[in-house]
């Protein structure tokens, strides 16, 4: 496979950057994701990063050197980070009302196609050919009550822009409510194809600029370049903001195939994951963290 990937995270004019950030891939399959650790709850970032730990842990498992169901894998491991943060809040006796929680966006590219699913504000563009003219914008629907009411028609997308609620979101991971998970079917890629992941701090202040600079820029220069605009349009109280981009080249079969970029382990049996599994990750994970009952938010 070929391609260029670019990333860059901010903290904003937080105290603290509750975003995460990652990427894995073999020879044949690359996976991104980006997970927004959510304000008003303890551990954000604890969240964020159950999430990114989570989906890197089993892609390592699972891509041998191709994911066998890519939609399956990212609708199940979505579900598992849900679990595995509430029973992260269970057992450090987190309040369900303060309980970490995060949203996320992550996709696999394989086979020329590109699949995504998400829960929550976390978007994924893409953005179809070279240059300014080129094709199409595909992205994510917000799991926002603004984003509902632009659906049902209630609100503009103008005044969705500056609503006071527009960080409202009724699907996240963690908590007391079973996430809404929306997956998205393949979607054939095309030569010089971007996808770009990004928090609600990246793409809320750029609005549609955020598409049109990703097409006008150089992958590498773009991502630093948008990042400083969403920052200087948000002000000091900027929040956490994170950006992730793959531009995508099609295959030349006159070239060889791109060396694997991160390794994997040896192949091994698939196998349905188990409570005593969850069990063992949440105590790792406490391990790393402890649990500090003052712990910060935002």
């Not at 892609?59 to 849900?82: I, M």
């Not at 269970?90 to 394989?110: E, K, N």
């Not at 928090?199 to 400083?228: F, H, I, M």
């Not at 791109?258 to 409570?275: F, G, H, K, N, T």
Request: charged share 20%; hydrophobic share 40%; net charge negative.
């Amino acid at each position: 496979m070929n391609y260029t990937i670019a990333q860059e995270s901010r903290i904003g004019g937080r105290e603290i950057n509750q975003d995460r950030v990652a990427w894995l891939a073999t020879a044949d399959a690359v996976l991104m994701v980006v997970a927004d650790g959510m304000g008003g709850h303890l551990q954000g970032e604890v969240a964020a990063q159950i999430a990114v730990d989570t989906f890197i842990e089993r892609f390592r498992s699972e891509a041998k050197t191709l994911l066998p169901d890519p939609a399956g894998f990212l609708a199940t491991t979505l579900n598992l980070v849900h679990q595995t943060i509430v029973r992260y809040a269970t057992a450090c006796r987190i309040p369900s009302h303060a309980a970490p929680r995060t949203t996320c966006i992550a996709c696999v590219v394989q086979n020329g196609q590109a699949s995504w699913a998400h829960a929550g504000d976390s978007r994924l563009y893409l953005i179809h050919g070279r240059g300014p003219g080129s094709g199409g914008v595909v992205r994510t629907r917000d799991h926002s009550l603004v984003q509902r009411m632009v659906d049902e028609g209630t609100l503009s997308r103008a005044a969705a822009a500056n609503h006071p609620m527009r960080n409202r979101v009724f699907s996240c991971l963690g908590g007391d409510v079973a996430p809404h998970i929306e997956v998205s079917p393949p979607v054939a890629l095309e030569d010089g194809d971007l996808i770009a992941l990004c928090t609600d701090g990246a793409w809320s202040p750029l609005g549609e600029s955020l598409v049109s600079e990703l097409r006008r820029s150089p992958l590498v220069a773009s991502v630093p370049k948008l990042l400083d605009a969403a920052e200087n349009a948000a002000g000091l109280r900027a929040d956490n903001l994170s950006l992730l981009v793959m531009r995508w080249e099609a295959p030349d079969p006159d070239t060889a195939t791109r060396d694997m970029q991160l390794a994997v382990p040896p192949e091994r049996a698939l196998a349905p994951i188990s409570d005593e599994e969850i069990d063992l990750a949440v105590a790792e994970i406490r391990r790393r963290i402890p649990f500090d009952p003052n712990g910060a938010s935002s």
